[in-house]
Nanobody, 115 residues
């Protein structure tokens, strides 16, 4: 059994910063790509950023230059540093990871950016 546990969401003003963390735990032999997705009310879940096991990153155009994804393999953890936050970034953020070739999701953490 593998669990993905997120933390770091909250309420922040426009222009502020937040850092999300997501740790995988359980019976882990290998972690491949990890990533962050988000879902705003009434919208579909969308990709925010991904990072491969080798450290290659990919970002949605809407967050390029503002968000940074990173991972700490020794801790089975992925991070999302979010700067210059905008009200449009308000959403539930979910982490995802390929653990032992299976895809796992976190429970989601709310990020709210006030104007």
């Amino acid at each position: 059994q593998v669990r993905m546990v997120e933390s770091g969401g909250g309420l922040v003003q426009t222009g502020g910063s937040l850092r999300l963390s997501c740790a995988a735990s359980g019976r882990i032999f290998n972690i491949g790509a990890m990533g962050w997705y988000r879902q705003a009310p009434g919208k579909q879940r969308e990709l925010v950023a991904t990072i491969t096991s080798g450290g290659s990153t990919n970002y949605a155009d809407s967050v390029k230059g503002r968000f940074t994804i990173s991972r700490e393999n020794a801790k089975n953890t992925v991070y999302l540093q979010m700067n210059s936050l905008k009200p449009d970034d308000t959403a539930v953020y979910y982490c995802n990871a390929y653990v032992n070739v299976n895809s796992y999701w976190g429970q989601g953490t709310q990020v709210t950016v006030s104007s």
